[in-house]
């Protein structure tokens, strides 16, 4: 019981840290971005996103190379995308004045780039277990570092059109902005995150451990819930200064990290990462449901309610449920064997 309270003692401590962290983040990136004349959307996308991504990245990196645990690590990207867009979306229409405006170039660009880094990311898993299977029941693959290039490229076509967006656009640049200082702002603010998010996830394993929960599970939920923290205050706090194109777009830029950036680089620093594919289709299976939810949301009237936000947030509830249902043995959708 002691060491629960430490744990729980340890999370909320990290939390406070990871608050912190993310408020130099998105004041700094704010900052970077009038500075350079970037489009709110290219900011919230690119910017902000990949500072506060970084969490899940190293939390890929740690489960696979520390913790030896891929599935984790997988889990922990695929459960904090699911949070990005359920969650934060609904909490930033909660703490902003109501409701959301979306525009165009969000729902027909950011949306649909990231519907194909899902499918992209299912499709190199997929092909791992095709050409590079573990064992003869051909459910287990390995993806290989070739294979992690293919995420890691469409990303580069990512970022090369919102440096196209960025060309574009003439906005005016704010050239009383002390860009190094600024950057060693967001520099500080990432390496606190990192380390409050370490905290969070040493916490959420100790708690997984504790409960006897599978890692991949636990993964899903405490991991990414804690390094997702990051991206809910910049989403938030964007929200409530009106600026619902940086909120929407760093959910969005930051899942698209997530899926082609953050399980990639764990691929290669760990020379490949073994899967195994009956958790991995049907985590993200939910995730194409939670995608197609939030893009018929964001489409219709071009707004999110908060209505709309509280149905975002009780489907998570419902992912939530299924996966404690699933720890405990009352459902086996996922295969835990």
Same mark, same amino acid.
């Given at each position: 019981?002691?060491?629960?309270?430490?744990?729980?003692?340890?999370?909320?401590?990290?939390?406070?840290?990871?608050?912190?962290?993310?408020?130099?983040?998105?004041?700094?990136?704010?900052?970077?971005?009038?500075?350079?004349?970037?489009?709110?959307?290219?900011?919230?996308?690119?910017?902000?996103?990949?500072?506060?991504?970084?969490?899940?990245?190293?939390?890929?990196?740690?489960?696979?190379?520390?913790?030896?645990?891929?599935?984790?690590?997988?889990?922990?990207?695929?459960?904090?995308?699911?949070?990005?867009?359920?969650?934060?979306?609904?909490?930033?229409?909660?703490?902003?004045?109501?409701?959301?405006?979306?525009?165009?170039?969000?729902?027909?660009?950011?949306?649909?780039?990231?519907?194909?880094?899902?499918? +992209? /990311?299912?499709?190199?898993?997929?092909?791992?277990?095709?050409?590079? &299977? @573990? *064992?003869?029941?051909?459910? $287990? #693959?390995?993806?290989?570092?070739?294979?992690?290039?293919?995420?890691?490229?469409?990303?580069?076509?990512?970022?090369?059109?919102?440096?196209?967006?960025?060309?574009?656009?003439?906005?005016?640049?704010?050239?009383?902005?002390?860009?190094?200082?600024?950057?060693?702002?967001?520099?500080?603010?990432?390496?606190?995150?990192?380390?409050?998010?370490?905290?969070?996830?040493?916490?959420?394993?100790?708690?997984?451990?504790?409960?006897?929960?599978?890692?991949?599970?636990?993964?899903?939920?405490?991991?990414?819930?804690?390094?997702?923290?990051?991206?809910?205050?910049?989403?938030?706090?964007?929200?409530?200064?009106?600026?619902?194109?940086?909120?929407?777009?760093? +959910? /969005?830029?930051?899942?698209?990290?997530?899926?082609?950036?953050?399980? &990639? @680089? *764990?691929?290669?620093?760990? $020379? #490949?990462?073994?899967?195994?594919?009956?958790?991995?289709?049907?985590?993200?299976?939910?995730?194409?449901?939670?995608?197609?939810?939030?893009?018929?949301?964001?489409?219709?009237?071009?707004?999110?309610?908060?209505?709309?936000?509280?149905?975002?947030?009780?489907?998570?509830?419902?992912?939530?449920?299924?996966?404690?249902?699933?720890?405990?043995?009352?459902?086996?959708?996922?295969?835990?064997?």
């Amino acid at each position: 019981m002691l060491d629960i309270l430490l744990l729980l003692a340890l999370a909320t401590v990290a939390t406070g840290v990871v608050w912190k962290g993310s408020s130099w983040l998105e004041s700094a990136s704010n900052s970077l971005a009038a500075g350079y004349g970037v489009p709110p959307v290219v900011q919230g996308a690119l910017i902000a996103a990949a500072g506060s991504s970084m969490p899940e990245l190293m939390s890929v990196l740690l489960a696979t190379l520390v913790h030896e645990e891929s599935g984790l690590g997988v889990g922990a990207i695929v459960g904090s995308a699911v949070f990005n867009l359920l969650v934060i979306p609904g909490l930033a229409a909660l703490a902003g004045p109501g409701e959301m405006q979306t525009n165009r170039k969000l729902v027909y660009k950011e949306s649909l780039f990231y519907m194909l880094s899902v499918a +992209v /990311l299912l499709l190199t898993f997929s092909l791992a277990v095709i050409y590079y &299977p @573990i *064992g003869e029941n051909g459910v $287990r #693959g390995t993806v290989t570092g070739p294979l992690a290039l293919f995420p890691l490229a469409l990303y580069g076509l990512y970022v090369f059109t919102q440096y196209l967006d960025t060309a574009e656009d003439e906005l005016e640049v704010d050239t009383s902005i002390n860009l190094a200082r600024n950057w060693l702002w967001f520099g500080l603010g990432l390496v606190v995150i990192i380390v409050g998010v370490e905290g969070l996830v040493r916490a959420a394993v100790g708690l997984g451990d504790a409960f006897g929960t599978p890692s991949f599970l636990w993964g899903m939920t405490v991991v990414a819930a804690g390094s997702s923290v990051p991206d809910a205050f910049v989403s938030v706090v964007a929200a409530r200064s009106g600026r619902s194109s940086v909120s929407l777009g760093n +959910v /969005l830029g930051s899942n698209i990290f997530d899926l082609l950036v953050a399980v &990639p @680089i *764990g691929v290669l620093a760990a $020379r #490949g990462m073994d899967i195994q594919f009956a958790h991995v289709v049907p985590m993200m299976a939910f995730l194409v449901l939670a995608t197609a939810i939030f893009f018929t949301i964001a489409r219709t009237d071009m707004l999110l309610s908060e209505r709309e936000a509280w149905f975002l947030i009780g489907v998570y509830g419902l992912f939530v449920l299924w996966l404690l249902l699933e720890s405990i043995g009352l459902l086996s959708i996922i295969q835990t064997s």
